[in-house]
Nanobody, 122 residues
Framework: QVQLVESGGGLVQTGGSLRLSCAASGRTFSNYVMGWLRQAPGKEREFVAQTSWRDGSTDVADSLKGRFTISRDNGHYTLYLQMNSLKPEDTAVYYC???????????????WGQGTQVTVSS
């Protein structure tokens, strides 16, 4: 059974930092892309960052580059999201997800974590 378990969310003041973690288990993810998406109240889920386990490439949403960094532990299928200089508009539920290479995040066979709340106070 595939599991993606996020941790590290919480309440932080504007300008602060948080590091989210996602531990994946239950299958081999060598042909998967893993990433982070977020959803704020009343808004659609949006892409934050991703990394390919196959070729090591990474990508961060343009609007978040310079503040957010995605990284991973190759030996344990663990994903991280370092978030710096946080702003109130970063407040959202952050989801860890895994999709097949070439697929979309909204595909039926995408795996999702339960989400972790990040709240940035002004």
């Amino acid at each position: 059974q595939v599991q993606l378990v996020e941790s590290g969310g919480g309440l932080v003041q504007t300008g602060g930092s948080l590091r989210l973690s996602c531990a994946a288990s239950g299958r081999t993810f060598s042909n998967y892309v893993m990433g982070w998406l977020r959803q704020a109240p009343g808004k659609e889920r949006e892409f934050v960052a991703q990394t390919s386990w196959r070729d090591g490439s990474t990508d961060v949403a343009d609007s978040l580059k310079g503040r957010f960094t995605i990284s991973r532990d190759n030996g344990h299928y663990t994903l991280y999201l370092q978030m710096n200089s946080l702003k109130p508009e970063d407040t959202a539920v952050y989801y860890c997800a895994a999709k097949s290479v070439g697929s979309t995040w909204l595909a039926r066979d995408t795996y999702w974590g339960q989400g972790t709340q990040v709240t940035v106070s002004s």
